[in-house]
Nanobody
Framework: QVQLVESGGGLVQAGGSLRLSCAAS????????MGWFRQAPGKEREFVAA????????LYADSVKGRFTISRDSAKNAVALQMNSLKPEDTAVYYC?????????????????WGQGTQVFVSS
């Protein structure tokens, strides 16, 4: 069982930056894809970004391309999401997720492990 703990959320003005981090509870010998999803009030959860174990493959939602960057430190079993040029519509609870294997999916259905979430609020 992999436990994920997010940190780094908070309040920021539009145009500002935040960096989210997610640490896994244990290092495993298996490959794990790690990703970020978000859920705004009254909306369904949506994909933000995901990255392969090696870090060589990453995917982004169109809404965050060019503004967000996902990266990972496999030695520390951690993943980060650098968020720049934040907009009020980025306001949401951000969740870290993980799945075994090498395929990077954008559908949360494929991720069995989830963190508790961290709130990001972007003021206009």
């Amino acid at each position: 069982q992999v436990q994920l703990v997010e940190s780094g959320g908070g309040l920021v003005q539009a145009g500002g930056s935040l960096r989210l981090s997610c640490a896994a509870s244990e290092r495993t010998s298996s490959n794990y894809v790690m990703g970020w999803f978000r859920q705004a009030p009254g909306k369904e959860r949506e994909f933000v970004a995901a990255i392969s174990w090696s870090g060589t493959r990453s995917l982004y939602a169109d809404s965050v391309k060019g503004r967000f960057t996902i990266s990972r430190d496999s030695a520390k079993n951690a993943v980060a999401l650098q968020m720049n040029s934040l907009k009020p519509e980025d306001t949401a609870v951000y969740y870290c997720a993980a799945r075994g294997g090498s395929v990077v999916y954008t559908d949360g259905y494929h991720y069995p492990y989830w963190g508790q979430g961290t709130q990001v609020f972007v003021s206009s």
